[in-house]
C-alpha cells in the first residue's frame, strides 16, 4: 500500500545513531598476589592520603584515624587470604600434573609474603624531593626527614596496634616450621611497604634518589629496606637498581624474621598488638635514622 499524497513538511533533524560501546572497565589483576599486591599499595595510599594532624613539624599520621587503618588492614587481610589460597591450588595442580621430582618446592610465609611486597614495591606512592618539600613548607630537609621518621613510626605503631583488633581465624598452612596467622603476615606485608615508602622519600629528599624509572627505583628501594642501608652509601658498591636472586633470598630472611619477631604476641589471638605496636615503631625509627645517616656520610662523602 502506497501513500497518495506528497510529504511536504520539513525533514526532522535526527542525528545517525551511535554505536553502543561497552563502558570502560579497570583492567583486573591477572593473579590473586598481584590483586594482593594492588590491595597493599591502596592501602598504603589510603592511610598517606591525609596530612599529618595540626601539621606540626613532627606531625601525626594519618594513622590516627583508626578506622582507615582497620579498613585497609582488613582489606589487605582479604587479599592476601585470596592470594595464599591461589597460591596453594597453583602448587597443587603443578604437583599432580608432574611427577615428585619435578613438583614445585615449599615455600616459607617470609619467601610467599616477599614475593607479595616484590610486587606491591613499584605501585607504592613515594613522593619526590619537590612533593615533599611542598608538603612541608617552611622547613628545611633534615627537619622534613625527622618529620617523615616520626609520622611513619608512629603509623607503623598503629597498624600493630589495629591488627589485635583482628581475630586470627585463618593461618598459614606451609609445609614449613612456622605456622602463622594471616593478619599477622597482613601487618607483616603493610609495615613493610610504609616503610619502603619512607625509605624511599627519605633517598628522594637528599638528593640521592635511585636511577631509572619508577620500576627500577621501586626496586632499589625494596633493596635497601631488605639490607637495611642506604641503596647507596658507605662501604656498598653500586647503585643496586634489580632485586637480584641473592636479593630474593635477602628479601625471604627479612620478611621471615619480622614474622617470627610477631609470634611472642600473636597468640592466641594477637593479644598484646600494643607491644608489638611500639615494637614496630622503634624499628620503623630506627632503620629511618640509619638510611639517613647512610645518606648523610655519602652525601658528604660526594660533595
Given at each position: 500500500?502506497?501513500?497518495?499524497?506528497?510529504?511536504?513538511?520539513?525533514?526532522?533533524?535526527?542525528?545517525?545513531?551511535?554505536?553502543?560501546t561497552?563502558?570502560?572497565v579497570?583492567p583486573e589483576e591477572?593473579?590473586?598476589l598481584?590483586?594482593?599486591?594492588?590491595?597493599v599499595?591502596?592501602?598504603?595510599?589510603?592511610?598517606?592520603?591525609?596530612?599529618?594532624?595540626?601539621?606540626?613539624?613532627?606531625?601525626?599520621?594519618?594513622?590516627?584515624?583508626?578506622g582507615?587503618?582497620?579498613?585497609?588492614?582488613?582489606?589487605?587481610?582479604?587479599?592476601l587470604a585470596?592470594?595464599?589460597?591461589?597460591?596453594?591450588?597453583?602448587?597443587?595442580?603443578r604437583?599432580?600434573?608432574?611427577?615428585?621430582?619435578?613438583?614445585?618446592?615449599?615455600?616459607s610465609p617470609?619467601?610467599?609474603?616477599?614475593?607479595?611486597?616484590?610486587?606491591?614495591?613499584?605501585?607504592?606512592p613515594?613522593?619526590?624531593?619537590?612533593?615533599?618539600?611542598?608538603?612541608?613548607?617552611?622547613?628545611?630537609?633534615?627537619?622534613?626527614?625527622?618529620?617523615l621518621?616520626?609520622?611513619y613510626g608512629?603509623?607503623?605503631?598503629?597498624?600493630?596496634?589495629?591488627?589485635?583488633?583482628?581475630?586470627?581465624?585463618?593461618?598459614?598452612?606451609t609445609?614449613?616450621?612456622?605456622?602463622?596467622?594471616?593478619?599477622?603476615?597482613?601487618?607483616?606485608?603493610?609495615?613493610?611497604?610504609?616503610?619502603?615508602?619512607?625509605?624511599?622519600?627519605?633517598?628522594?629528599?637528599?638528593?640521592?634518589?635511585?636511577p631509572g624509572?619508577?620500576r627500577?627505583?621501586?626496586a632499589a628501594?625494596l633493596t635497601?629496606?631488605?639490607?637495611?642501608?642506604a641503596?647507596e652509601?658507605?662501604?656498598?658498591?653500586g647503585l643496586?637498581?634489580a632485586?637480584?636472586?641473592?636479593g630474593?633470598?635477602?628479601?625471604?630472611r627479612?620478611?621471615?624474621?619480622?614474622?617470627?619477631?610477631?609470634?611472642?604476641?600473636?597468640?592466641?589471638?594477637?593479644?598484646?598488638?600494643?607491644?608489638?605496636?611500639?615494637?614496630?615503631?622503634?624499628?620503623?625509627?630506627?632503620?629511618?635514622?640509619?638510611?639517613?645517616?647512610?645518606?648523610?656520610i655519602?652525601?658528604?662523602?660526594?660533595?
Amino acid at each position: 500500500m502506497t501513500d497518495a499524497y506528497d510529504r511536504t513538511g520539513a525533514a526532522r533533524d535526527v542525528p545517525p545513531p551511535r554505536p553502543v560501546t561497552a563502558p570502560a572497565v579497570e583492567p583486573e589483576e591477572a593473579t590473586p598476589l598481584a590483586r594482593a599486591a594492588r590491595a597493599v599499595a591502596d592501602a598504603v595510599g589510603g592511610l598517606l592520603a591525609a596530612p599529618p594532624a595540626g601539621s606540626p613539624p613532627a606531625g601525626s599520621p594519618p594513622g590516627d584515624d583508626a578506622g582507615s587503618i582497620s579498613a585497609g588492614l582488613k582489606d589487605v587481610l582479604g587479599a592476601l587470604a585470596g592470594a595464599v589460597a591461589g597460591d596453594r591450588a597453583a602448587r597443587r595442580e603443578r604437583r599432580d600434573a608432574g611427577t615428585a621430582a619435578g613438583a614445585p618446592p615449599s615455600r616459607s610465609p617470609g619467601a610467599f609474603l616477599g614475593d607479595l611486597l616484590s610486587a606491591a614495591a613499584p605501585r607504592l606512592p613515594i613522593r619526590d624531593r619537590a612533593r615533599l618539600r611542598q608538603a612541608y613548607p617552611g622547613l628545611d630537609d633534615d627537619e622534613i626527614a625527622q618529620a617523615l621518621i616520626a609520622r611513619y613510626g608512629r603509623l607503623t605503631a598503629a597498624v600493630g596496634a589495629a591488627t589485635g583488633g583482628l581475630a586470627a581465624v585463618q593461618w598459614f598452612a606451609t609445609p614449613s616450621l612456622l605456622a602463622l596467622p594471616l593478619e599477622l603476615g597482613a601487618e607483616t606485608v603493610l609495615v613493610a611497604a610504609v616503610e619502603i615508602v619512607l625509605l624511599g622519600e627519605l633517598h628522594e629528599l637528599t638528593g640521592r634518589p635511585a636511577p631509572g624509572d619508577a620500576r627500577a627505583r621501586a626496586a632499589a628501594y625494596l633493596t635497601s629496606w631488605s639490607e637495611q642501608h642506604a641503596v647507596e652509601g658507605p662501604g656498598r658498591g653500586g647503585l643496586v637498581t634489580a632485586v637480584t636472586s641473592v636479593g630474593i633470598r635477602s628479601l625471604s630472611r627479612r620478611m621471615g624474621r619480622r614474622l617470627t619477631r610477631g609470634l611472642p604476641v600473636a597468640a592466641p589471638f594477637l593479644v598484646g598488638a600494643a607491644l608489638a605496636g611500639r615494637s614496630n615503631r622503634r624499628a620503623t625509627e630506627n632503620l629511618g635514622q640509619r638510611v639517613l645517616g647512610d645518606l648523610r656520610i655519602h652525601r658528604g662523602g660526594r660533595g
